[in-house]
């Protein structure tokens, strides 16, 4: 399993940006693979952006579409996997431009 795709990118939204400026409280919300677990987003925060996670919280977002008529349907907002992922108090930021390549 490749750990470097889990993260696919920030979700950007008032919700979220409520949620990373509250007070004690370290929460982020991610875009991640469809086939990431809990354990793997986990693992991947903690060896790419090397912050501790206490919890982390998965969530499916289901494409919303709209019919057209004759037949035709379109696709007003694509399913995604997202996670809300909660930081340790003595953890660092998060910063998603800040990807580390494994050494070996």
Known sequence: MDL??????PVVTEKAER?????GKHTYTLQVAPWATKID???????FYDVDVTAVR???????????GAGKIMEK????KKAMVT???KSKALDISAFQTISS
């Open 19 to 23: 949620l990373k400026a509250q007070e």
């Open 41 to 47: 987003v986990k693992n991947s925060l903690k060896t």
């Open 77 to 80: 907002r694509h399913a995604f």
């Open 58 to 68: 998965i969530i499916k977002t289901q494409a919303k579409s709209r019919n057209l």
């Open 87 to 89: 930081l340790a108090p």
């Open 4 to 9: 470097s795709r889990v993260i696919i990118g």
